[in-house]
Nanobody
Framework: QVQLVESGGGLVQPGGSLRLSCAAS????????MGWYRQAPGKQRELVAT???????NYADSVKGRFIVSRDNAKSTVYLQMNSLEPEDTAVYYC??????????WGKGTLVTVSS
């Protein structure tokens, strides 16, 4: 059974940084894509950033230049380094992974709160 487990969320002041991690277990294959989505209160879930198995990255315009997504294929782990955090970044952040040929997996989410 595939599981994605996030860690690293919490409370941070505006302008601060956090690093999220997501470790996959129960797999014997390499995910095509891994990444992060987020859902703020009262809003739909939205893409934050993804990274392919070959290292290609994709970012939401709202986080470009502030967030960095990376992955360790050997550890089946994806990371999200979040810098210059803004109150608008407050949300539950969900880890996402796409497995061949077309199965999506989601973590349970980790809360990030940006507030002074």
């Amino acid at each position: 059974q595939v599981q994605l487990v996030e860690s690293g969320g919490g409370l941070v002041q505006p302008g601060g940084s956090l690093r999220l991690s997501c470790a996959a277990s129960g797999i014997i294959f390499r995910f095509n894509v891994m990444g992060w989505y987020r859902q703020a209160p009262g809003k739909q879930r939205e893409l934050v950033a993804t990274v392919s198995s070959s290292g290609w990255t994709n970012y939401a315009d709202s986080v470009k230049g502030r967030f960095i997504v990376s992955r360790d294929n050997a550890k089946s782990t994806v990371y999200l380094q979040m810098n210059s955090l803004e109150p608008e970044d407050t949300a539950v952040y969900y880890c996402y992974a796409a497995a061949p040929p077309s199965t999506d997996y989601w973590g349970k989410g980790t809360l990030v709160t940006v507030s002074s």
